[in-house]
C-alpha cells in the first residue's frame, strides 16, 4: 500500500458516497399549511403560524394558529411567548387518538 | 443538500489546519450561525469528518521537538524525526478509512448492543471509568505513577472547580503546552522523505482502532487519546506505525459512532453531538443521511490531507514552524476569550501548567484527561446512590 493506493480509496468513498445520496436522498421537508400536513399521521413539513397558547415551557406544548389551530409538542425547551410567530420543523403524529405536530425544531421569526 | 456536505468537508480541512483547534471548539463557533434548517446537519457531520482526517497535520509538522524529548511529546513526532511525517500521515488516514469501512460493518451490532443495554450503562460506565483512571496510573513506569497520581488528581480538582470550561481546560492541556515547550527547545528538522509504502495488514490496526472508537463513543469522559492510550498498555510491543494507525482509526471511529448515541439515546459525546442535539436535530432520515455524508467526507478529507502533506513537506522549514506556533499560540487565547471570557482565560492559564508539567515529566498527557473523567464519574456515582 502507498499514498496513490490511499488516495484511490478516498475517491472510491466520494463516488459511491454521491451516487448512494443520489439513490436515497428525498427532501424531507416542504413548506407547506398545517392543514395539508394534519391530511395525514407522518406528515412532514415546515409550517409558519402564531403561537396562541402556551401550556408548558418544557418540554414544549403549545397550540399553534395558522390556517388551522394545532397543538404542537417540541420534546426541549421552548424560548417563545404568545402571539410570536414562529417556523417549525413538523411531523404529523397521533395522540390520544388526535393528529398533532411533532416538531423537530421551533423558529422564532 | 449535497452542496451543505462538500462545503461542511471544505470548512473542515481548514479548521483542521488550525493547531489546537479541537471539532468540540469549532461547533461552538456554529452557535453563532442562525439556524439554517436540516442541511445544517450534515454540513456539521461532514465538518467534522474531514476535521478528523486534516488535524494529524498540524500536530504532526508543527512543534517537532528534539530527538531527546520526544517522548513526551506526540508519537508521532518519533516518525518525524526520521523523516517520516508523510508516512505517518498516510497511515492515520488509511486508519480512518478503515474505521468508516469496517464502522458501517460493524454499526447495526453497534445500535443493537445500545439499545439492549441502555439500562445498564449508568453501572457499566463508572466501572470503564475506574478501569481507565487505573490503566493511566499503573501504565507509568515506577516512580512516574505517584507524577501521573499529582496530575490525575489536581487535572479533576480542576475540572470539578471549572464548571463549564471544557473548552479552555482542554486548549490548556493539549493545544497550548506541545507548542509552548516545542518553542522553547531547539527543532530536529530532518529533510522528510516523500516514500509512503507500508503494509496492508496494518488495516488489523484500524479494525482494533475502529472497536476503540466504538467504546469510546459509549463512555462520557474518555477520548481518542486516552482510549489509543489504554489499547497502547495493553500491547507494550506496539510499534509506532501500528500506533498511527490504530490513532488514526480511534479518531473517527469515536466520532462515527457518536452519531447513533445521539440518535437512539440522546447522549451527545462530543462538541458536534451537543450542537446537533440542542440547535439542530436528527431525524430518522437525516440519521441514515449522515452515514453518506460521512462517506462523502472521509474521501474528501483523506485525499485532502494525503495532498496537503505532500505539499507541507516541501514547504516546511524551522522558520515557517516557528511562525506557525506563535500564530496558533494567539489563535486559541483569542478563542479562549472570545468563547469563554476572563474566567476561560483563568482555567486555562492552570490547565496549561499542568499540562507542561506532563511534558516536562515525560507522562502521558491523557492523564491530565482527569478534568473530564471525575467529574463524570462523580455525577454517575451520584446517579447510582
Known amino acids: 500500500m502507498n499514498d496513490s493506493h490511499i488516495i484511490k480509496i478516498c475517491l472510491a468513498f466520494v463516488i459511491i458516497g454521491v451516487i448512494l445520496y443520489f439513490a436515497f436522498y428525498e427532501e424531507e421537508f416542504k413548506e407547506t399549511s398545517i392543514s395539508d400536513l394534519l391530511e395525514k399521521e407522518g406528515n412532514k413539513g415546515i409550517v409558519l403560524g402564531r403561537i396562541e397558547y402556551i401550556i408548558k415551557f418544557e418540554p414544549g406544548l403549545f397550540v399553534l394558529a395558522g390556517d388551522e389551530k394545532v397543538n404542537v409538542f417540541y420534546p426541549k425547551k421552548i424560548e417563545v411567548n404568545v402571539d410570536d410567530t414562529v417556523i417549525i420543523f413538523a411531523e404529523t403524529r397521533k395522540y390520544n387518538d388526535k393528529l398533532e405536530l411533532f416538531a423537530y425544531k421551533v423558529i422564532k421569526k | 443538500m449535497i452542496i451543505y456536505c462538500i462545503a461542511g468537508s471544505l470548512v473542515g480541512i481548514m479548521t483542521g489546519l488550525i493547531p ?13 450561525v442562525p439556524f439554517i434548517g436540516p442541511e445544517m446537519s450534515l454540513f456539521v457531520i461532514s465538518m467534522c469528518v474531514s476535521q478528523s482526517f486534516v488535524d494529524f497535520i498540524p500536530s504532526l509538522f508543527l512543534g517537532v521537538p528534539e530527538t531527546s524529548t520526544f517522548e513526551g511529546v506526540l508519537p508521532g513526532h518519533k516518525m518525524a524525526l ?8 498516510c497511515l492515520t488516514v488509511f486508519g480512518g478509512l478503515i474505521a468508516i469501512i469496517t464502522g458501517l460493518m460493524f454499526l447495526p451490532f453497534f445500535i443493537i448492543f445500545i439499545n439492549a443495554n441502555k439500562e445498564v450503562m449508568p453501572i457499566i460506565v463508572p466501572v470503564v471509568l475506574f478501569f481507565s483512571i487505573g490503566v493511566l496510573i499503573l501504565s507509568e513506569k515506577k516512580y512516574k505513577k505517584v507524577l501521573a497520581s499529582f ?7 480542576q475540572g470539578l472547580f471549572f464548571v463549564d470550561q471544557i473548552f479552555p481546560l482542554i486548549i490548556g492541556y493539549f493545544g497550548l503546552p506541545t507548542v509552548i515547550y516545542s518553542l522553547q527547545k531547539e527543532k530536529f528538522y530532518k529533510k522528510q522523505k516523500k516514500e509512503s509504502q507500508f503494509e496492508f495488514k496494518m488495516a488489523i490496526e484500524g479494525v482494533i482502532g475502529m472497536a476503540g472508537g466504538a467504546i469510546v463513543a459509549i463512555i462520557p469522559g474518555i477520548g481518542s487519546n486516552l482510549a489509543a492510550a489504554i489499547i497502547k498498555t495493553f500491547r507494550e510491543k506496539i510499534k509506532t506505525q501500528n500506533y498511527l494507525t490504530l490513532v488514526g482509526s480511534i479518531n473517527t471511529s469515536n466520532f462515527f459512532f457518536s452519531i447513533p448515541m445521539l440518535f437512539f439515546l440522546s447522549k451527545a459525546r462530543n462538541g458536534a453531538m451537543l450542537f446537533l442535539n440542542e440547535k439542530l436535530f436528527l431525524t430518522e432520515n437525516l440519521f441514515y443521511l449522515s452515514f453518506i455524508a460521512i462517506i462523502i467526507a472521509a474521501g474528501i478529507g483523506g485525499s485532502a490531507t494525503i495532498l496537503i502533506s505532500k505539499k507541507a513537506i516541501k514547504i516546511f522549514s524551522k522558520k515557517i514552524i516557528n511562525i506557525s ?3 496558533s499560540i494567539i489563535l486559541m487565547v483569542f478563542l479562549v476569550f472570545f468563547f469563554n471570557n476572563f474566567i476561560g482565560i483563568i482555567a486555562m492559564s492552570f490547565s496549561c501548567a499542568l499540562g507542561l508539567l506532563a511534558v516536562y515529566w515525560k507522562i502521558k498527557r491523557s492523564t491530565c484527561l482527569g478534568a473530564l473523567i471525575v467529574p463524570v464519574l462523580f455525577f454517575y456515582l451520584f446517579v447510582l446512590i
Do not use: C, M, P, Q
Open chain 2, 325 to 327: 506556533e506563535i500564530l
Open chain 2, 151 to 157: 496530575v490525575l488528581f489536581a487535572s479533576a480538582t
Open chain 2, 82 to 89: 526520521k523523516g517520516e511525517a508523510y508516512k505517518a500521515i
Open chain 2, 20 to 32: 489546537g483547534l479541537h471539532t468540540n471548539n469549532i461547533t461552538i463557533t456554529l452557535t453563532l
